[in-house]
């Protein structure tokens, strides 16, 4: 299975693929352009003999200060016909930069890629609600980021409310 | 409280135009049927639910962030408040994936006393679901009639790792410490009585009348539409698609012991409360295959630097105390590199995405809980039925709060 789906990706999405690192992992990988994963992961999902129609994980990674570009989005599709076979696909992604959705292929992508915009700040283009989903909407910052500050700029609006209830309070009776 | 304010007033924008006659409800984030704190904002025509909105994040506590500072034996404590309802599942899958990652061989003595948690952890996550689901409905005597069962299986946990709760069961490669004594002739007495318990349960419950009208057919879900939201575990199966991970992805010995995997029909609020009584039934199977032929030895692997040595090591070997320190205050060396790890939690599949840069912590740790996956498929299941029935749709589906937002 791994050399067919390598050997059908390489032939079919030459164009799109980027260089791999070498990563010491127990999952077959590939790295693509963001731009073409919707055609990827459809031809993958639609494709009689592959079958990739279960998305198994969708996550990021924030590669801080080790790697350029500085994020990455991971996606993990699995083949219940051939066997539960399962591989990886990395999304290299800069700040700032949208990545296409996949919600119109996967609607079970719909919360993990809100998770991800949430958590981590990558957002993605063409999903029908880029919201946060786990955070509070006046919440500041992404606090998976590798440099968001670990006790929390995002208090600050509970420290607010704290303010006003003692400074309206009365002390003096 | 200023969540609470922002999502009303979040939610009051999206349903701004409400046809006449049209209300807007809020169920939870303080309902008894909401387990937890789940906020499900559902408009209603009368008894219809026309459309519903779900919020989660209530009890964020942002596990994969404490992931990257603590080590990975501390991590374990985390995820035990994911799924608090059945902690030991989270807790092997996370210790597996680990130990993957290092390359340890575990003696067999530990794998089969990590079996043997392991389904009875299922039995119980199982039995809350089931029973809690009576009680939503209207049935108290059936919780009350298998919790005696459940009791028991906490006492062993008790037993075994000296907490009931948060039981922060194993370690990197092996166990904390070994089984006690009578740790299997209690097993086999808990599953003589559970196994009539559940037959009660069945008649009481199950076969009741009003329970079966109010969740046959109720909040139903196709296999396309499940295998589309990415559900898995009893969710999935209950609409027909027979995938355990311990059948299609085998660890630990599950492909050496023999189970079935009971499916359903048309994924109804009742189908998935069968499914899991026959779960409960196949997970005794393989506790009785197992309970007998524990192996002796070691309760850990003879692997250095990732286990504490025994105290009185300790006391008279100098590199022995040496290791002792390293492991408390550097924790075990994790080679670099990414795993996924995939175990049959109860409720479907827990997988674990860890990335690791050689250092004390991993650089990133992902957790890919179930209830996250089917949770959002929550407004379709109850798009059209009454009110009442999103109740009885909910308990089935079996979302545990603490893994939803992890």
């Known amino acids: 299975m791994k ?29 693509i352009k963001k731009e073409s994963l919707p055609t990827v992961v459809q031809t993958l999902k639609d494709d009689p003999e592959f079958a990739f129609t279960f998305l198994n994980d969708l996550t990021s990674i924030d590669w801080l200060g080790k790697r350029e570009p500085r994020f990455e989005v991971v996606y993990l599709l699995r083949s219940p016909k051939n066997n539960h076979f399962r591989f990886q696909l990395r999304v290299p992604v800069g700040e700032g930069e949208p990545v296409p959705s996949i919600s119109g292929i996967f609607p079970a992508a719909n919360w993990p890629e809100r998770e991800v915009y949430d958590l981590m700040g990558i957002s993605f283009s063409n999903h029908p609600r880029m919201e946060r989903l786990i955070m509070p909407d006046n919440f500041v910052g992404h606090p998976l980021r590798k440099d968001y500050p670990l006790e929390g700029p995002g208090q600050d609006y509970l420290i607010e409310d704290l303010l006003t209830i003692h400074v309206e309070e009365d002390i003096t009776d | 409280m200023v ?39 559902i408009q209603i025509d009368g008894e219809r639910v026309v459309d519903t909105e779900s919020v989660i994040g209530y009890v964020h506590r942002c596990f994969e962030k404490l992931g990257e500072r603590y080590d990975y034996n501390q991590f374990l404590v985390c995820t035990d408040r994911m799924n608090y309802v059945s902690t030991p599942l989270n807790n092997i899958g996370w210790i597996l994936t680990v130990e993957k990652m290092m390359q340890i061989q575990v003696p067999d003595r530990v794998t089969y006393v990590r079996m043997i948690i392991s389904e009875l952890s299922r039995i119980m996550d199982h039995i809350i679901c089931n029973g809690i689901m009576g009680v939503d409905l209207g049935a108290f005597s059936g919780l009350l009639h298998l919790f005696h069962h459940r009791e028991n299986i906490y006492q062993i946990l008790e037993k075994l790792t000296g907490a009931r709760l948060t039981t922060t069961f194993c370690r990197v490669g092996g166990m904390e410490r070994d089984i006690y ?65 311990r059948k299609n992805d085998p660890y630990m010995f599950y492909d050496k012991v023999d189970f079935d995997i009971p499916v359903g029909e048309d994924g109804s609020a009742l189908d998935r409360t069968l499914v899991r009584m026959e779960e409960m039934r196949q997970s005794m199977r393989i506790i009785e295959q197992l309970i007998d032929g524990i192996p002796e030895g070691p309760y850990h692997a003879d692997v250095p630097h990732t286990f504490l040595p025994p105290k009185d090591r300790v006391y008279n070997n100098m590199e022995e105390l040496i290791y002792h320190f390293k492991i408390i205050m550097h924790g075990v060396k994790v080679p670099q590199g990414e795993y996924y790890h995939a175990t049959e939690a109860a409720n479907g599949e827990l997988g674990f995405y860890v990335v690791s840069e050689g250092e004390k912590s991993p650089w990133r740790v992902h957790v890919r809980r179930p209830c996250f996956w089917y949770y959002q498929a929550f407004p379709e299941m109850v798009k059209g039925g009454l009110l009442a029935d999103t109740i009885a749709t909910m308990s089935s589906l079996n979302v545990i709060a603490g893994e939803l937002d992890c």
């Open chain 1, 3 to 31: 050399e067919k789906l390598t050997e059908f990706i390489q032939t079919r999405f030459n164009d799109s693929l980027l260089p791999q690192r070498d990563i010491n992992t127990n999952l077959l990988y590939f790295s």
């Open chain 2, 3 to 41: 969540m609470y304010e922002k999502t009303a007033e979040h939610f009051g924008q999206k349903f701004k135009d409400l046809p006449e006659g049209h209300l807007l409800v809020n169920l939870g984030p303080s309902h008894p049927a909401t387990h937890g704190i789940l906020q499900n904002v």
């Open chain 2, 181 to 245: 004594p009578e740790f299997q002739t209690e097993i086999k007495l808990i599953l003589k009585g559970l196994k009539p318990a559940l037959d009660e349960f069945e008649e009481l419950l199950i076969r009741n009348k009003i329970f079966n009208e109010r969740t046959k057919g109720i909040g139903g879900i196709s296999a396309e539409r499940a295998i589309a939201y990415g559900f898995s575990g009893p969710n999935l199966r209950a609409a027909g698609v027979p995938w355990d991970v």
